[in-house]
């Protein structure tokens, strides 16, 4: 199935549902309307199937419909991140070879530094002011306008390229997941299945489309003919607005946002919501607890996955087992193998072992390879299994609880450590409103566990140093040799637009330290 025919099909069944929410709202037969009058403007503008046309703009609607809208003509979207700065930007465009850049007001001078930087020449089309564009840019919004609407001619097979999704910036150049029309339609089914997303379902849109928790978001509510309400940038205070005004049932975000809209003390108004899940980055039980009292959900899923294969696994009940990652995915197959490097998809570990989570490519879910990166292929990918990076225990039910990552990996004393589970230990601290654990060099220990902490309101930061070392030692249930060595209070987590950790960017000791403090000298020797 490709993403236009899914579209045109759920127009088809329900023309006069409400597709989308909130302050401009569309039927079903409005917005194949809208898309099919966008498709035809890009087309204008040179879009032919097969070529890659990136959206560098806010999210919303006019996002949305710029995705849809490439699907209907068999081009592959690229929706790049709002956070890229001109280099990073720059090389996107370059390595994906797009035809041509859709930007706005909040994105169009990076946009034109980008492109000076690496010296391009695309095409360009813009929506709002064009007086803020440097250069020659098409009024995208005027070419739309000007088009008839009808029915567009089939243009995408399911083995086309729907999206390019740029991933793991982080850690060195961003990759390029490029994902069939078949690959996102699959991931849309399972996480309808796998959330319990009941049909015609009203879903809040909040989550980045250049992040595959924000497509899901999309497609999946599209396919389901529910309503997607769209919010192009988190705000608390308009997210609860907007949950309670369109009765949003079912919420899909990562734990930051879920964190925020928690310490709002506003959950109760929200009454519509009956069914969470969440995906991106690890939630503490602590956070899990807090949202099952606050919420009473019906449904409570963690998401565990990634933009290569949507589905890794799912754990369909986080009430009854906070942090607990479940097991393989409806489309899904698992395993735990030798997390050391170039270890065979066969080398699996025993049970209540340790090992790195390995997913079969076999799932209609999951990519080809990334775009452009066969040193990434050969580092992820062996004998048909996507190496995740991740390390996870099976319990006696069979389901995984993921530890960390391979590279997050603390070796401290001779010991393995790794911060999930001192995080998970800490976040209870009176004194700690959000924190992250890395190992930084030290003499003795090769790595001394840091803790990086943001203290609550209104604690000054000498007092917060002090209550996290004495609760680390008294309160946490923490062995000595996982307790921190060092607390380090900053101003704010560095993290990435969807809530992922930027661990590396601590570890470069690019961060401000308010006040910092050291435990009392351990007296274990190192290596016990």
Known sequence: MDLATA????????????????????????????????????ADLGVRRGDRVAFSLAGGEPLASLHLAAQKLGATSVPLSTRFGAEELGYCLEDAGVSLLVTDSTTSDRAGEALSLKGLTLGRAHLGDLDQVDGEAADLARIAAEQPDGVLPPSADETDISVMLYTSGTTGRPKGVPRTHSAEHSAAVAHLVQTQHRPGEVTLGVMPMFHTMGLRSLVASVVAGGTWVPQAHFDVAESLELIERERVGALYLVPTIYWSLLRSGELGRLTSVRRLAYAGATMTPSLAEQLTDALRPEVFVNHFGSTEIYTFTISPDVATKPGCAGRAGVFSRVRLVDPTPGASPEDVVAQGEQGQVAVSMSSPEAFGGYWNRPDADAKSIRDGWYFTGDLATADEDGDLWVAGRVDDMINSGG??????????????????????????????????????????????PDDAVT?????????????????????????????????????RTLTAGEYTALAQGVAERNRETPGR
């Open 415 to 460: 010991e393995n450590i790794y911060p999930d589970e001192i995080e998970a230990a800490l976040v209870r601290c009176p004194a700690v409103s959000d924190v992250v654990v890395v190992g930084m060099p030290d003499d003795r220990w090769g790595h001394a566990v840091t803790a990086f902490v943001v203290p609550a309101d209104g604690l000054q």
């Open 467 to 503: 209550q996290v070392l004495e609760y680390a030692r008294g309160s946490s249930g923490l062995p000595s040799l996982k307790r921190p060595k060092r607390v380090v209070i900053v101003p704010a987590i560095p993290k990435s637009a969807v809530g992922k950790i930027l661990r």
């Open 7 to 42: 579209f045109s099909w759920t127009a088809e069944r329900f023309p006069n549902r409400r597709a989308v929410g909130g302050a401009e709202p569309m039927t079903y037969r409005q917005w194949d309307a809208r898309t099919n009058q966008v498709a035809r403007a890009l």
